[in-house]
């Protein structure tokens, strides 16, 4: 059996903020890809608008590096647990793993999450335990947490038998053993070499390019990113696609890369271990096989976990549909979901019969793994120009043996030890059960809970308000578990606008003692649109357009500046945690506004009164 031994492929894999694609960054810039004077941003791999706004990644990214002679294919991740699905069809184009841990928190729900995945690969892991120079670093302890880690999840004694390797990725050094100093990151790159397995040379074999990313260009079109598992291609070749259906394409490869840093670079050749980017293959889908034209043969498709999370999106039907959006009819709105199905493997889309027709008409139930990634994905598509509402956010159920099962989150937080009461009776009002407590004796506690899916709907803000800002709250989907009956929504009610209009200073005065409001005077409202939290449990439609009645009396005080109390402003998540199961919220280029369902006032169910 034959290697290749001028490759490696590795991915980069950890929870949130443990420094993957900071460490990316050193390894870059000490591999020579980079002039002297050539200006780097920060994080360069997050080329994402949104990635950059919010700190972190969103889309799993290529690239590569060369170190004496061998080319080191790196695959940047994300480390948040709704974007697993990134996670898990990366994994397919590697042979070996870095397992990113962060010296003072240790491994966090998704750390178990993507190790898990790359043990059940047979994926060789590399540790590194990253920022040991912070002052509360514990780094043996973390070090006996990984290895119960790595028990926990049934690994063997191979995978058992990890190198580790301590960073510092922010100031790009590394050292095996951290009696030795280290200026650079040469540590890590001989551990790759060494125990990252070369891939095997089947160059002579049935060509199978598994397809695992997309990208696009203005001027070749698709493009499709894959590994080469065996067999070799060259530009010009006429292929097999063999698509996700069982059909067979024929198709020919225009164009071929490789990557070097942040570049694809033309080749006319590549051969089995190498990863690609071909053009020209109109079509094509991530979990295709791209084959040989006479002789193919599929790769086994790429299993992704199951979403938890639905929204139902539909065109926007509120009065002012239209006015700042560039795409607002159904067609616009469903071209855009099915596009995104071809580079998001882990979400479902479903299109739906409106409520008054047996037609499916811009209704579309959209499935994901949580709210963040739903949001993303909205936050994305208002950027692009698109208007359109949303429901709640609500779990997706699953009946087994005739009876309801609900998905369950394991749910870590750490937080200051005076927190711990009110963090508690918050979980436990949401059907949330402790499993663990954990107390470093450094002031800060550390918790996990197992919660239904449900129950942690926009329940982060809450728990940023109980903790002070202090708390840090991580979840991972653990498993499906019987329906835990009811948990509590909001008790508050919403404050609705009864009548179209411009919002005055002087009917907000009025109404600002009934709860807390979302608008501003100036701001146009509709009949049917929520400019406020209500501090009662009901629904209170107000007229937030009256004027002051001019007349040639005065009072003393009548000139008295009105003075009002700051507004609470709504992000997009913040709206779609705060809505109720009758209200939606409309997402346009410009505004996020929440609404009811049924805008006019007399045609809406009435909550009854607490006393009845």
Excluded at 218 to 232: D, N
Excluded at 297 to 316: K, R
Excluded at 386 to 392: F, I, N, W
């Amino acid at each position: 059996m034959k290697f290749r031994d001028d490759i490696r492929n590795v991915a980069i894999i950890a929870h949130v903020d443990h420094g993957k694609t900071t460490l990316v960054d050193a390894m870059l810039k000490q591999s020579g890809l980079f002039r002297a004077n050539e200006r780097i941003v920060e994080r360069v791999m997050d080329n994402l608008e949104l990635e950059r706004e919010r700190g972190i990644t969103i889309m799993a990214k290529n690239t590569a590096i060369s170190y004496c002679g061998v080319r080191i294919n790196i695959v940047d991740t994300p480390g948040h647990a709704d974007f697993g699905g990134e996670v898990q069809r990366v994994l397919k184009m590697v042979d070996g793993v870095m397992l990113l841990v962060d010296a003072s928190e240790g491994p966090l729900p998704q750390t178990r999450y993507v190790l898990s995945k790359a043990l059940e690969l047979r994926l060789k892991p590399i540790v590194v335990i990253n920022k040991i120079d912070r002052q509360d670093a514990r780094i043996q302890e973390v070090v006996n947490e990984i290895y119960d880690l790595f028990i926990d999840l049934d690994a063997d004694e191979e995978q058992l038998d990890f190198p580790i390797i301590y960073a510092v990725a922010k100031d790009g050094y590394a050292t095996a053993d951290l009696a030795e100093a280290s200026k650079d990151l040469r540590p890590l790159f001989e551990q790759i070499l060494r125990s990252i397995p070369a891939p095997e040379d089947r160059g002579d074999d049935v060509l199978q390019i598994l397809v695992t990313n997309l990208d696009y260009s203005e001027y070749l079109g698709r493009i499709a990113i894959g590994r080469i598992f065996s067999g070799r291609v060259k530009v010009g070749d006429t292929v097999s696609l063999c698509k996700l259906d069982g059909s067979i394409q024929k198709t020919r490869v225009t164009q071929l890369y490789l990557f070097e840093g942040l570049k694809q670079v033309p080749i006319s050749e590549a051969a089995s271990g190498d990863i690609v980017a071909l053009a020209g293959i109109e079509g094509i889908q991530i979990g295709e096989t791209i084959s040989d034209e006479d002789n193919h043969v599929a790769l086994p498709p790429i299993q992704i976990d199951e979403p938890t999370i639905s929204m139902i999106f539909s065109v926007n039907d509120s009065p002012f549909a239209g006015r700042e959006g560039k795409y607002v009819t159904s067609r616009k709105l469903k071209e855009r979901l099915e596009r995104e199905l071809l580079a998001n493997v882990s979400i479902r889309v479903e299109e739906l019969p409106t409520e008054d027709d047996e037609v499916a008409v811009g209704r579309f139930k959209v499935s994901g793994r949580g709210e963040l990634q739903l949001s993303i994905l909205l936050e994305q598509m208002r950027r692009e120009g698109y208007e359109l509402q949303v429901s709640k956010p609500s779990v997706i159920i699953r009946r087994i043996n005739g009876e309801v099962y609900e998905p369950i989150e394991l749910v870590v937080v750490d937080l200051p030890e005076q927190f711990i009461g009110v963090v508690t009776e918050a979980f436990g009002q949401r059907k949330g059960i402790m499993t663990k407590m954990i107390n470093h004796g450094t002031g800060r506690v550390r918790m996990e809970f197992e919660v239904p899916s449900r129950g942690l709907i926009g329940f982060r803000s809450q728990f940023l308000t109980d903790t002070r800002g202090t708390g840090i709250m991580n979840s991972v989907f653990l498993k499906w578990s019987p329906w835990t009956g009811e948990i509590k929504s909001r008790l508050t009610g919403s404050l609705v606008a009864d009548r179209e209009g411009t919002a005055t200073a002087y009917a907000l005065y009025n109404l600002q003692e009934r709860g807390r409001l979302f608008i501003t005077p100036g701001t146009q409202v509709y009949e049917g649109m929520i400019i406020g939290e209500n501090a009662k449990s009901v629904d209170l439609d107000v007229n937030a357009v009256k004027d002051k009645k001019l007349t040639n009396m005065r009072a003393s005080t009548a000139e008295e500046a009105i003075r009002l109390v700051p507004v609470r402003t709504l992000t997009l998540e913040d709206a779609l945690a705060y809505i109720k199961e009758d209200e939606l919220v409309e997402i346009t280029p410009s505004h996020i506004r929440l609404r009811k369902k049924i805008l006019e006032a007399n045609r809406r169910p009435k909550k009854p009164a607490q006393w009845q």
